[in-house]
């Protein structure tokens, strides 16, 4: 269901409504959620997974904003929602009639941007700490080897044939010096 608030168009969903699914066209349009809760999910391996759950004030949908792709995630009312819908080719005449709507945005994107920020610093810290394990095992391999008698250490470079090889290849030497039938020797 449509409506306004001020000039801002709106749209209504019940609980449980899809409001975009994942590769749905984004037609320039992204949401500002006016009343209850979102859930965004994202296929991944083949299951759905919820990524966040977005409640008053924050954006919805915003890549479409600044960018023409389908739309990444799928969005499920999880209660009675109110959103302002926020098209694209709006965007700078809606922000610049509406201080509250570009203090919104510009909050919202922010702590996204600060969200970012942190991932990323996890990530770096993570991958830092895995390096660092990786480089102790080398180390300990390197002194493990270090302290083995040359001999042990070759054997497991070479390890012995497998029973069944060695038992053909007897086979075939014990073949070979036996004369073959209907020959003299």
Known sequence: ?????GD??????????????????AKGEAFMLHIGKVEIKKLIAGEQRL???????????ELA????????????ATEAVTLMVIPANRLDHMVRSNPALAAALIKDLANRMLRAEDVARDAEKRAQEAEARAAAAEQRLRESAAEQPPAATRSRAFPPREPQT????????????????GREA
């Open 1 to 5: 269901m449509s409506r306004q608030i």
């Open 8 to 25: 801002i168009p709106t749209r209504t969903f019940n609980p449980g409504d899809v409001i975009f699914k994942e590769g749905d066209d």
């Open 51 to 61: 990524l966040n759950t977005i409640g008053k004030g924050e954006l919805l949908g």
């Open 65 to 76: 904003l600044f960018r023409n792709a389908p739309r990444s995630a799928t969005a499920i």
């Open 166 to 181: 060695r038992r053909r290849a007897r086979r075939v030497q014990h073949a070979r010096r036996r004369p073959k039938a």
